[in-house]
């Protein structure tokens, strides 16, 4: 039975609007490229549609796509950047796709442990997500530090992310159980899921998508 002192939020984790690179299929993680176009046009459309919820904070990776993307679909929302979102560090795979890459002994190998072991020259799986927990923990932080100056009133708002592909798969898998590769979005989407935390542990539960 979880905590009944734990608090009870909405999270909205959105994927940045495509870059050039994206569009391309490239390895995109350190290279701090901003939307093309496409992308940006992409986020408008799904904005006009009512796509993404409304937030009451917003927390946001420090790269160009996510900030780009933050002022197209929150522009009334001061983001808070969390550092320890950025993408991961692919290495060597950096800025090339898988045509690229083939015949590439290290790619081949990279493939055949289904992505478990470290990208060459770049970051592991658990180091990258370790990282991203980091980072959802200092969102946390900010919450607790919201809520105390109101007097200790549990919070019931919605938390928006928008962050990398990679840091949406990293946090669902370890908060809201299964696969990392479960919670695999398309630019410009996301997910919606409610988030349970409390001193027990953090929950992430009817995780939905967008």
């Not at 796509?65 to 290495?91: K, S």
């Not at 200092?138 to 919201?146: F, H, N, S, Y």
């Amino acid at each position: 039975m979880r905590n009944r002192s734990e608090n009870k939020i909405t999270i909205v984790m959105i994927r940045h609007g495509a870059a050039k690179s994206n569009l391309e299929h490239r390895y995109l993680g350190k290279t701090d490229e901003g939307l093309c176009e496409k992308g940006r046009e992409e986020l408008l459309q799904y904005q006009r549609e009512q796509y993404y919820p409304p937030v009451d904070h917003l927390f946001v990776s420090p790269m160009k796509r996510c900030i780009q993307t933050a002022e197209i679909l929150y522009p009334n929302r001061q983001p808070v950047l969390v550092e320890e979102w950025t993408e991961m560090d692919f290495g060597a795979f950096e800025g090339k796709n898988y045509r690229e890459l083939s015949g590439d002994t290290r790619y081949q190998a990279w493939i055949d442990c289904g992505g478990t072991c470290p990208f060459p020259e770049g970051e592991s799986r658990e180091a990258f997500i370790l990282r991203c927990e980091k980072g959802f923990q200092r969102m946390l932080d900010c919450i607790r530090e919201t809520e105390r100056r109101q007097k200790g009133d549990k919070l019931q708002e919605t938390l928006g992310m928008i962050v990398h592909g990679g840091t949406i798969m990293a946090l669902l898998s370890r908060y809201g159980g299964g696969d990392y590769f479960d919670y695999q979005a398309a630019n410009a989407r996301g997910y919606l899921c409610t988030g349970f935390c409390s001193e027990d542990g953090i929950y992430l539960t009817d995780i939905e998508r967008l």
